[in-house]
């Protein structure tokens, strides 16, 4: 599904990423982690188009998204939802105004909002809260919006940025949950983070960057494990 060839991206004198190939498949959920700096973020960056790497190949869906002429973005990015560190919710919207917004933004029509909200509030838990606003809300509880709103589009890939870097460990706990969750409904998840504790206890696949370059990819030992978990 998703196939990064010889990726390198730099900027100035900054090697961010270097030489990075991986492959990632349908409704696989992956951890890239490594120290602060070494190129995480970059790298979902350039999966969203926010970046064009300096040489190397992107395939999504078996089209090379660095070729991806600047009109055909948005179709990109509603086929991936995202999630970040600090939520990035509107402080004078309400909680389900936060989550249309993501409709807004890829026009689906204002009769379609009503029944795909309700549906994402509550796979996240938060349909008593709907009228409420940030402000009101836990940091565990915004970072459950910022998943609905994530979702809402019913996107294929969700790519979330140190999620739990602002949640305690119980709630971070209770997060991955529901990645979980929605990771069994057939959606993938790439997840940056650098806690060790969420990633040995989800055991999932762990693609490790070390300064900017793929210290270690755990697919193989994950693939077994996988394949036993389906019987
Ligand atoms: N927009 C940018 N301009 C200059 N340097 C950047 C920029 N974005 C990232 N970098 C550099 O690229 C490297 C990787 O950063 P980043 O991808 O944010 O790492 P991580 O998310 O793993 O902490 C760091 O050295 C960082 O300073
Ligand atoms: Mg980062």
Known sequence: MLKLENVTKTFGKIVALKDINFNIGD???????????????????LMLR??????????????????LPSKQIPRLRQKIGV???????????????????????????????EARVEHVLKLVGLTDR???????????????????RALVVNPKIIL???????????????????FEKINSEGKSIIMATHNKLIIDKMNKRVIELKEGGVFSDSESKV?????????
Do not use: H
């Open 83 to 113: 999630v970040f560190q600090d939520f990035k919710v509107l402080g004078e919207r309400t909680i389900k105004e936060n989550v249309e917004v993501a409709l807004a933004v890829i026009g689906l029509p204002k009769n379609d909002w």
């Open 27 to 45: 409704s696989e959920f992956v951890f890239i982690t490594g120290a602060s700096g070494a190129g995480k973020t970059t790298l979902l960056r």
């Open 223 to 231: 693939k077994t494990k996988s394949e036993k978990g389906k019987k």
């Open 130 to 148: 709907a009228d409420l606003f940030p402000a009101q809300l836990s940091g565990g509880e915004l970072q459950r919006v910022s998943l609905a």
């Open 160 to 178: 979330a940025d140190e999620p739990t870097g602002n949640l305690d460990w119980e709630t971070a706990d209770k997060l991955m949950d529901l």
């Open 50 to 67: 926010e970046l064009l790497p300096d040489s190397g190949k992107i395939e999504l869906d078996k089209e090379d998204i660095t070729k």
